[in-house]
């Protein structure tokens, strides 16, 4: 059995009950011209996350991983959008309102498509999110339990909002979690490093941290 170079310790992981789970990599928060940038955000930010991500499911997909991939974003009637999201911040940047690449936050529009670079393969589940985390009001729950998945591998953005939920969810399951922290990103820095850091302490509150280049050798050790 690999064992992973992570904080705050190493960590011994089966393969065979292991999943990556690539949380809102959408164009929307991810490409220039997006609604992501459209608020004001550096999307570079987020961008460096991509390569290091690629690499990470290439060798998910090579070693045999399930893959599961995460969209936010809601019904066009808007009927799994809560009032108080949907009146959070400024009227013209809302949910469902005209966005530079659709309606913003609204499942069909282009901004809500996972961009090219991580494009899923045919068979690779797609999670669609109603929410910050991947297991409110989905399915994701029994897509992991038909594939007896007990670690999950999480990347993808932003580190202190729906990376962190997603994490927080599962460690309540009873799943272990390993944050990739180069595949993760923020539009605010110092969030990605305060997420990361409150993951890891504690002995490992909410989970492992670890990098790319670590998990990689891992999935390799097979």
């Known amino acids: 059995m690999p064992v992973l170079d992570a904080e705050p ?19 929307d928060f991810l490409e220039p011209g997006g609604f992501g940038e459209s608020l004001g955000n550096n999307v570079s930010l987020l961008a460096a996350a991509v390569p ?8 998910a997909r090579a070693a045999g991983l399930l893959v599961v991939h995460t969209r936010e974003g809601h019904k066009p009637d808007l009927s799994d959008a809560p009032p108080a999201k949907r009146e959070r911040g400024e009227p013209t940047v809302r949910i469902g309102e005209p966005g530079p690449m659709g309606r913003i936050l609204i499942r069909g529009e282009p901004g809500h498509d996972i961009i090219p670079e991580l ?10 999110k109603p929410g910050k985390g991947a297991f409110y009001a989905t399915g994701l729950a029994g897509v992991l339990e038909a594939r007896s998945v007990a670690t999950l591998l999480v990347c993808g953005v932003t580190t202190e909002v729906c990376v962190h939920t997603t ?33 890891k302490a504690q002995g490992g509150i909410f989970g492992w941290v670890s990098d790319s280049t670590s998990v990689i050798a891992a999935l390799g050790a097979r």
């Open 167 to 199: 994490v927080r969810e599962a460690n309540d399951r009873g799943y272990r979690c390993v944050v990739v922290a180069d595949a993760c990103g923020s539009y605010i820095p110092a969030f990605h490093e305060a997420g990361l850091a409150m993951i």
């Open 9 to 27: 310790s190493p960590l011994p992981i089966d393969l065979a009950t292991t999943a990556l789970v690539i949380i809102d990599m959408q164009r």
């Open 52 to 59: 290091p991500t690629r690499a990470l499911l290439d060798a």
């Open 119 to 128: 494009a899923p393969r045919d068979g690779e589940p797609v999670i669609d």
